[in-house]
Nanobody, 123 residues
Framework: QVQLVESGGGLVQTGGSLSLSCAAT????????TAWYRQAPGKQRELVAS???????YYVDTVKGRFTISRDNAKNTVVLQMDSLEHEDTAVYYC?????????????????WGQGTQVTVSS
């Protein structure tokens, strides 16, 4: 089991910055990748950025050049630095950790979600 707690959301003006943190506890060694998703009102949850255990990062096109995802292994935390925020970035942001582990001879994958943190960008 992995537990995730997000923090760092809030209200910011267009063009401002926020830093979101996702702190993991539990079976951290089994985490294969960590991702940030967001869900705006009336829209589906979408992947924003992800980072693998080997520090390979992925960004959705709409945030490339503005958001940076990074890992702090000493604190078991993944950080999403968001700069040049736009009104369209307003959403609840969720952290997801994906674990992989063998159950006998079978590789089992599980996803764990945090509770979400609200980001509001005023125009």
């Amino acid at each position: 089991q992995v537990q995730l707690v997000e923090s760092g959301g809030g209200l910011v003006q267009t063009g401002g910055s926020l830093s979101l943190s996702c702190a993991a506890t539990g079976r951290i060694s089994s985490i294969d990748s960590t991702a940030w998703y967001r869900q705006a009102p009336g829209k589906q949850r979408e992947l924003v950025a992800s980072i693998s255990s080997g520090d390979v990062a992925y960004y959705v096109d709409t945030v490339k050049g503005r958001f940076t995802i990074s890992r702090d292994n000493a604190k078991n935390t993944v950080v999403l630095q968001m700069d040049s925020l736009e009104h369209e970035d307003t959403a609840v942001y969720y952290c997801k950790a994906t674990t992989t582990a063998y159950s006998g001879y079978r590789l089992v994958t599980n996803d764990y979600w945090g509770q979400g943190t609200q980001v509001t960008v005023s125009s």
